[in-house]
């Protein structure tokens, strides 16, 4: 997590490849705010990021892995 500007958060710098993926459960667990989420909320959560996360990969990106995402959450 780092502080940006006048707004602070949690920062995630995923490779374009399917197994850059398993970074997010950590990443999420870091991140102020989500750690207080219930177990079912913090599953959804991970789950359409994943999801979402994969589809740019794979069909945005052709799971090049030299081209990169960028997940923020802000506080």
């Not at 995630?12 to 950590?26: C, D, Q, S």
């Amino acid at each position: 997590c780092r502080q940006s500007g006048r707004r602070a958060g949690c920062r995630l710098v995923l490779a374009g490849r399917l197994e850059a993926l398993t970074a997010l459960p950590p990443w999420l667990a870091s991140c102020p705010g989500l750690r207080s989420l219930d177990s079912r909320s913090t599953h959804v959560l991970e789950t359409a990021l994943h999801e979402l996360c994969a589809n740019v990969i794979e069909h945005g990106y052709g799971q090049d892995g030299s081209r990169t995402l960028e997940l923020a959450w802000l506080v």
